[in-house]
């Protein structure tokens, strides 16, 4: 990757030359990028996380450590309800995708997934356990578009007390 790429030459060359890319099953009112993994290489292993609630986020992401934590180039795909262009998600809010990106390692990309209408300007309320995301996938239609969250994108301290209102 060269300096003079674009964010989407970029993208699309860390989804070609990804080791591990984790997926998700969309939910009705969520965008499904799956077109956008076919274009990953032959040879990555994807996995589609379930859309169970009641599944242990911690556990399923150790068992991705255990299984894929030697990669080079992981990408994680995450669905949301809201984003704003410093990578705040907000999701249905019960913490599942922050506890579980929580536990995985932070060399893996997190690319949150939305709708158009699900982007907003201005910045989202972050709180402590809220997970940022490195890049935006954008779905409008049969359209996307891409985007790497702005420089100001700071992960917050972790707190690991327990939860009952997360997103």
Known sequence: ??????PSEIFLQLLRTANFVVSYSPMQDEPDPQSL???ADPKSQVVTLSQDPSNDP???ARELREAY????VALVFIPGRAFDLT???HGR???WYDRFLRALPQS????????KKHMHQKRLLRQPWDEPMDWLLIND?????????SSEKIRMPRDTGPRTDQS
């Open 1 to 6: 990757m060269t300096e003079k790429s674009s």
């Open 141 to 149: 239609g049969d359209a996307w578009q891409m985007r790497r969250v």
């Open 37 to 39: 993994l076919q274009l």
């Open 93 to 95: 809010g019960r913490g």
């Open 69 to 72: 934590g030697n990669v080079d």
């Open 87 to 89: 990578g705040t998600r």
């Open 108 to 115: 893996w990309w997190r690319i949150g997934v939305a709708k």
């Open 58 to 60: 911690t556990g399923t």
